[in-house]
């Protein structure tokens, strides 16, 4: 029997509320002073690692489905293995004694591993802090959205900005970014906001910011809901001509040939005979849709099978489209196949610094975002392949079914 079947587990993600699991049916979110839980059912996993944004959590009022249970079970080996949770084993372990500990209380423990990956990616942060130093002057009100660890109100603190505005929908880790910009002597010049900048009211930005720091960008390019999140910081926190870094995100696709992909390939000719019956049909469906997965381009091990090509280019400035669809063409570089898609982004933090990800540029710790075909489509030189991009909160890339190769 494992020993969580008798964990009773508290993980506090604000000084008002915290996640209880006990072992037996239920997770719940509780509020410290009225002791009133909902149960939710949900990936445990996500909200312990992540700690989403558990205001959303309401919708999804349910008990866990004894299903689940194993899994849950699992997920809490595999996160006390890593440190991210603490057994009640554990607990009796003295925390370090710090100002942050007390706050939090010591059943708190920060997932600060990717935040740690992105204060490693010195690429990042010298262009970020370039543009922030060329952008800030003493008058200089600005507004650092999703400011994790505080890194960026760190630079524009330092840089001389008279007030700096650093929102951050977790609530774990804007502690910790307070915590240490009181131990750099900067905490007089950020105002910390706890929450998602939508729940931020208008009224709050006072005065409005000149400048706004942002850098939401994931391995998906577009993720956390990005553009509505930076057109409504735009509308309602900023000054009518303030700058933004980045102001620009540009999108590129462009075809390989992976030897990779055989195994997406095995998975759609199963379809052929599938528990006796014939799924042929859903395989011609799958044909030219792609699968995505963040992952590494290896310029080495794969065939680059057209130039990439730049499929959106979103100015914040004066972005208003918060979903789009677009069509492109890739023209093959040689005969031969095309299997997969590979998407990067460059983007324009100032008029001449540009912040990349694309796998030809020295790495950062963004990976690229790829598109496998269910089956190889095969091309000979300069023919054309049209493309089609649609984001609609996620970025999909297929080609387009109506018009392939002519
Ligand atoms: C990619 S991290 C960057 C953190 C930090 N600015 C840096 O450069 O290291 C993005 C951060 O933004 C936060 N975030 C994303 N959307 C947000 C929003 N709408 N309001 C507040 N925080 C947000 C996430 O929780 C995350 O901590």
């Known amino acids: 029997m494992s020993k969580f079947q008798d964990l009773s587990l508290q993980v506090k993600i604000s000084p008002e509320t915290y ?32 700690l989403v944004d558990w205001r959303s959590v309401g919708e999804l009022i349910a008990p866990w489905p004894p299903d689940d249970q194993e899994k849950i079970i699992e997920h809490l080996g595999m996160l006390e293995s890593q440190h991210i949770i603490m057994t009640s084993d554990a607990e009796s372990m003295p ?114 910011a000149d400048l706004l720091v942002a850098e939401i960008l994931g391995n998906g390019i577009l993720e956390e809901n990005v553009l509505e999140f930076t057109i409504d910081a735009r509308r309602r926190f900023l000054k009518p001509d303030a700058r933004m870094i980045p102001f620009q995100l540009d999108i590129y696709i462009f075809a390989f040939d992976s030897g990779l992909a055989m195994s997406r390939q095995e998975e759609v000719h199963e379809l052929n005979d599938l528990y006796g019956l014939d799924f042929s049909l859903l395989a011609k469906v ?74 030809w540029a020295p790495a950062t710790h963004w990976t690229q975002l790829i598109y496998t075909l269910a089956a190889p489509y095969p091309v000979k030189k300069s023919d054309k392949v049209t493309m ?19």
Do not use: W
């Open 19 to 50: 996640i209880k699991f006990d072992g037996s049916e239920q997770l719940v979110l509780k509020n410290i002073h009225s002791e009133e839980g909902i149960s939710i059912k949900y990936d445990i996993m996500l909200i312990l690692y992540e």
């Open 95 to 208: 925390l370090p004694e710090s100002g942050l500990s007390a706050h939090l209380g010591k059943n708190i423990h920060i997932n600060v591993e990717n935040h740690h990956a992105m204060l490693r990616d010195y690429i990042r942060l010298a262009a970020y802090r370039r543009a922030i130093e060329r952008a800030v002057k003493p008058d200089t009100v600005a507004m650092d959205l999703g400011c994790g660890s505080g890194i960026l109100s760190f630079f524009t603190a330092k840089a001389g900005a008279q007030k700096i505005y650093a929102i951050e929908r977790r609530p774990d880790i804007i502690l910790l970014a307070q915590a240490l910009a009181e131990a750099n002597g900067i905490a007089e010049q950020i105002d910390f906001i706890e929450g998602a900048s939508s729940h931020v009211s208008e009224s709050r930005i006072d005065p409005k």
């Open 286 to 359: 799958l044909c030219n849709k792609a699968t995505t997965r963040m992952d590494r381009y290896n310029t080495m091990l794969n065939k680059t099978m057209s130039e990439p090509v730049m499929v959106k280019s979103l100015d914040f400035r004066i972005l208003e489209e918060t979903v789009f669809a677009n069509r492109f063409e890739l023209e093959a570089l040689e005969d031969g196949q095309i299997t997969s898609f590979c998407g990067y982004f460059k983007a324009h933090l100032d008029e001449d610094t540009i912040l990349t990800n694309s796998p």
């Open 388 to 406: 089609e991009m649609i984001y609609d909160g996620a970025l999909r890339v297929n080609i387009a079914t109506d018009l392939g190769v002519h």
